[in-house]
């Protein structure tokens, strides 16, 4: 069975650019969760998604940051305009009611 | 602020021995437990997952849960090589489904 897609696996761009990430959740699950992950503060949930409706954003640092879920198999998380500070690895998970949550490999962000 | 606590690390342990993990929580009205494994450069993994107070084993795992002293544990007998990698702990208000709060992790190294 395919896991939780994302790409592109690894980013490297300049500050001011817009860095889209993308993710394809497991198929049938209806729960979608976007984490970032860095050494000085560990792995933070920024947002998740419900039936494609966001429930939470209370995790997405600032305006710069938006996230989309159009359909079921799709999601979006756009940072723009970007900055070094958003360096990080941010990881796609998905689940349905009652079972645990499953990661995708991530996307190594570099801001130069 | 809902906060997870765990020792860094590096924890070192003799092939074969026990691993002991500990992770402390701030929330009282959390219910979700869980713990993930990491190795360098991989996504986290769900290995396992506790909701009562008491002890849950799973092959040569045991999670062990307190809520009164608001306190998680992760046992790992005959320790192999392979267990090296950051083990975080994960507390959330409902299931998986909710908002998970990661710990930072800490870093178990196995040595032959």
């Known amino acids: 069975d395919a896991g939780v897609i994302q790409s592109p696996r690894h980013e490297v761009t300049e500050m001011g650019q817009e860095v889209t990430l993308r993710c394809k959740p497991i198929s049938g699950h209806d729960y979608l969760f976007w984490y970032r992950q860095t050494m000085m503060r560990g792995l933070e949930l920024l947002i998740y998604f419900n039936n494609n409706v966001p429930i939470d954003d209370s995790g997405m640092p600032e305006d710069r940051f938006s996230a989309k879920m159009p359909n079921a198999s799709f999601s979006t998380l756009k940072i723009q305009p970007s900055e070094p500070r958003d360096s990080a690895v941010y990881f796609c998970?998905?689940?349905?009611?009652?079972?645990?949550?499953?990661f995708g490999d991530g996307t190594r962000l570099s801001i130069l | 602020q809902k906060e997870v606590e765990q020792n860094s690390g590096p924890l070192s342990v003799p092939e074969g021995a026990i691993a002991s993990l500990n992770c402390t929580y701030s929330d009282r009205g959390s219910q979700s437990f869980f713990w993930y494994r990491q190795y360098s450069g991989k996504s986290p993994e769900l290995i396992m997952f506790i909701y009562s107070n008491g002890d849950k084993e799973d092959g040569r795992f045991t999670a062990q849960l307190n809520k009164a002293s608001q306190y998680v544990s992760l046992l790992i007998r005959d320790s192999q090589p392979s267990d090296s990698a950051t083990y975080l702990c994960?507390?959330?208000?409902?299931?998986?489904?909710?908002?998970?709060?990661f710990g930072k992790g800490t870093k178990l190294s196995v040595k032959p």
């Open positions: 998970a998905s689940s349905t009611q009652g079972q645990p949550q499953h």
């Open positions: 994960a507390v959330s208000h409902g299931g998986s489904q909710g908002n998970l709060i």
